[in-house]
């Protein structure tokens, strides 16, 4: 079960890519990779019988192959036994494939979903296309899987299958009173029943499994820090006293500053979690909690997840300690060479006092004379795994400071971050200029283009974001790029584009040409989400705003509103639109506070509906739903603790067991806390 995917029959090279874009690296990921849902298709014996938005099949004769300029798609163009004509639509370039599943003249059984496109009926991505009859096809309740380009259902479906012919039942890990009265099915079950038909409570069950090997991770976690020793830090402020700040401080930043110092006088090692929306001013906390480890005559270190916030917050916390005379260093993957060499040395006889930089930091060439502080930037983009392993690092064990932007709900904050304390930067630093945030129908689209130009007619810049969807990557690659042409007709050389896929130096010249001022329109994708400051970007416009996660939108929109400038936010969204997705547009329009729309998207949202990181490749949970999370969360945190009061090592049979669903969800780590101690 834990072995790799490539032992699955079928699994060559080819697919080893397409199956790691999905996260599916191991025969347990299968059994892991659900449904999005399941369809019922009607074989109908010609087009006359289906209407568009049904899942049919039916026999079709392939007449013509129509290729479209560019990265548009390739057209198979077929025809039912009365004449009508239906396309069969490829995105990709799948041209090649296509061509030799549906052969011109040769009759096809297709499946898939008939749509309209303009005058033309469609199938786009046929799930089947087969020489067989419709009976094979059509009778079916079939599971819809996530894809990813290269991958077909079909193809998904046998390996899934697979995996769970290997799968053997495993011990039950949940508490037997509980089992009993939710009348869960047994895990192995679970799993057969999930990927079968639309089955609530083996999902149920599934999910529970998650959220329990979460809390049982977190709580090992925090029972291991608890038990270690860190070193008290019991700063005398003269070198607070000295930060160069042209503003005070907010009641939320020196409460929480507060909260900081408290923590470190302790011998226990700190674990905090520090939230604050986007410009609350987390740095200048950080800086004041990293100057109480140098006045205490230690070290700090902070951490960022990229190069480039990894600069920008060198940069910020030079300027704002230079009045304090304590030296920062930067350090990162690309510094090499003598300037490498001399902060290697400074860290380990203590001359530097705090080093910025990315994972660099932590590599085993870095010693540091006595470390006791690390503070983690975007907390979230960091598993807690890996904070673990920065917390071996002294010899004693160093106060953690993890700081995010993500506004996350009440309900969740248990999830994601267990049992952390958590100061919250709750209060906006004065004189911020709104965002002027508008919700606007894509017909307007000439409309919105001209106000781009002459918004760019007065010197400043602007962001166009697209929308990219793991699921429809391809499509929505393609609509990025047809932008991004229609704009430079427009523009010229003023726009340039960026998204996930370009090489990584074509993407920071893009970047750097934006940030440079070369630039004055960048066309991307979320990929601006994190680490990007251009203050004269005064104006954004976000496309099919409605399939953005709100916490996404808002995160986003928080690239503009950075200067002194009124800045304006334009919200394209498609015509049909839902009533609930018509409040989630609304609620952007009405309110700049972070947490209010994490707490009102929840409720909005309510069952069913995935968790919105998700779509930023964030996996704190791939199973539980978020209507999952709220059920089940207070029930499995019970759960784990009664678990750990009882058998804290898990070593009786249940904690056997329970060592066995840390492995199974990635938790494992929590288990090595037991033998390292
Ligand atoms: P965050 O990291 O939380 O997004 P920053 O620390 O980058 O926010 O701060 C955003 C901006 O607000 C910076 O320009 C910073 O100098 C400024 N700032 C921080 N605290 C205050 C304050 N109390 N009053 C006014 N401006 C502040
Ligand atoms: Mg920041």
Redesign the pocket.
């Known amino acids: 079960m834990f072995v790799a995917a490539d032992s699955l029959k079928g699994v060559g090279p080819g697919l080893a890519r397409p199956l790691e874009r999905l996260g599916l690296t191991r025969v347990r990921d299968f059994l892991y990779h659900l449904p999005d849902r399941f369809v019922e298709r009607r074989a109908v014996p010609d087009l006359d019988q289906a209407s568009v938005g049904e899942n049919i099949v039916v026999a079709l004769t392939p007449v013509e192959y129509r290729s479209s300029a560019g990265r548009g798609p390739f057209r198979v163009l077929a025809s039912d036994g009365p004449g009508n004509i239906c396309a069969i639509t490829y995105f990709g370039r799948n041209a090649g494939w296509a061509k030799k599943s549906l052969p011109l003249g040769e009759t096809r059984w297709i499946a898939g979903r008939l749509d309209q496109f303009g005058q033309l009926l469609q199938i786009v991505h046929p799930d089947h296309v087969s020489e067989e009859s419709a009976a094979a096809l059509g009778q079916l309740v079939e599971p819809v899987y996530p894809l990813s380009e290269g991958l077909t259902q079909g193809r998904l479906i046998a390996l899934i299958q697979q995996a769970l012919a290997s799968a053997t039942d495993l011990p039950e890990w949940i508490e037997p009173g509980l089992f009993d009265k939710m009348k869960w099915p047994s895990w192995r079950d679970a799993l057969e029943l999930a990927h079968r038909a639309d089955h609530p409570q083996a999902r149920d069950r599934l999910a529970y499994d998650e959220l329990l090997a979460n809390s049982l991770a977190l709580m090992l976690v925090r029972n291991a820090n608890r038990a270690r020793r860190g070193t008290p830090l019991q700063g005398d402020g003269r070198l607070r006293a000295r930060i160069n700040l042209p503003?005070?401080?907010?009641g939320a930043?020196q409460r929480s500053i507060a909260e900081i110092a408290g923590d470190l006088v302790q011998d226990a090692p700190m674990l905090r979690l520090l939230q604050?929306d986007?410009?609350?001013?987390?740095?200048?906390v950080a800086l004041e909690a990293m100057l109480i480890a140098v006045e205490a005559g230690t070290q700090a270190a902070l951490l960022a997840p990229t190069e480039i916030l990894a600069r920008q917050h060198f940069d910020t916390l030079k300027r704002m300690a230079q009045g304090t005379g304590v030296e920062i260093a930067l350090l990162t993957g690309r510094d090499k060479g003598r300037a490498r060499e001399a902060t290697l040395m400074g860290l380990h006889n203590g001359s530097i006092p705090i080093v910025v930089g990315t994972h660099a930091i932590f590599q085993d060439a870095v010693q540091y004379r006595n470390l006791a502080l690390v503070v983690i930037d975007e907390q979230h983009r960091f598993g807690v795994g890996q904070r673990l392993m920065l917390a071996q690092k002294g010899k004693r064990t160093p106060h953690c400071l993890a700081m995010t932007?993500t506004p996350i709900p009440r309900t969740l904050t248990l999830a994601q971050y267990g049992e952390m304390d958590v100061s919250k930067?709750d209060e906006m630093?004065?004189g911020r200029q709104p965002i002027d945030t508008r919700v606007v129908a894509v017909e307007r689209m000439a409309d919105v283009i001209a106000g781009v130009e002459r918004h760019l007619a007065t010197g400043q810049q602007a962001y166009w974001v697209c929308p990219m969807v793991r699921e429809l990557e391809n499509e929505d690659l393609a609509a990025a790029e047809a932008r991004y042409a229609e704009l430079q007709l427009r523009f010229g050389d003023a726009v340039v584009l960026v998204h996930g896929q370009l090489r990584p130096e074509a993407k920071d010249a893009a970047m750097e040409r934006f940030a440079s001022g070369a630039a004055k329109l960048l066309v991307a994708t979320t990929v601006i989400e994190v680490g990007v400051d251009v203050p004269s970007a005064t104006l954004m416009v976000i496309e099919q705003a409605e399939r953005f996660g709100l916490a996404q939108l808002h995160q986003l929109r928080g690239r503009v509103g950075r200067g002194t400038a009124a800045s304006t936010c334009l919200l394209l969204r498609s015509g049909a639109l839902s009533e609930t997705a018509k409040r989630r547009l609304a609620l952007m329009r009405e309110t700049q506070d972070g947490f209010r729309i994490a707490e009102e998207d929840l409720e909005l949202r309510g069952g069913g509906e995935l968790l919105g990181t998700r779509q930023s490749g964030d996996t704190t949970f791939r199973v539980a739903s978020l209507d999952q999370i709220q059920r089940l969360l207070p029930l499995a945190h019970n759960d784990a603790r009664l678990l750990i009061d009882r058998d804290g090592g898990l070593t009786g049979a249940r904690g056997e067991a329970a060592r066995l669903l840390l492995y199974l969800f990635e938790r494992d780590w929590g288990v090595q806390l037991l033998r390292g101690g």
Request: hydrophobic letters at 40%.
């Open positions: 503003f005070a401080l907010t930043q604050g986007v410009g609350s001013g987390k740095t200048v932007a930067l630093p004065p």
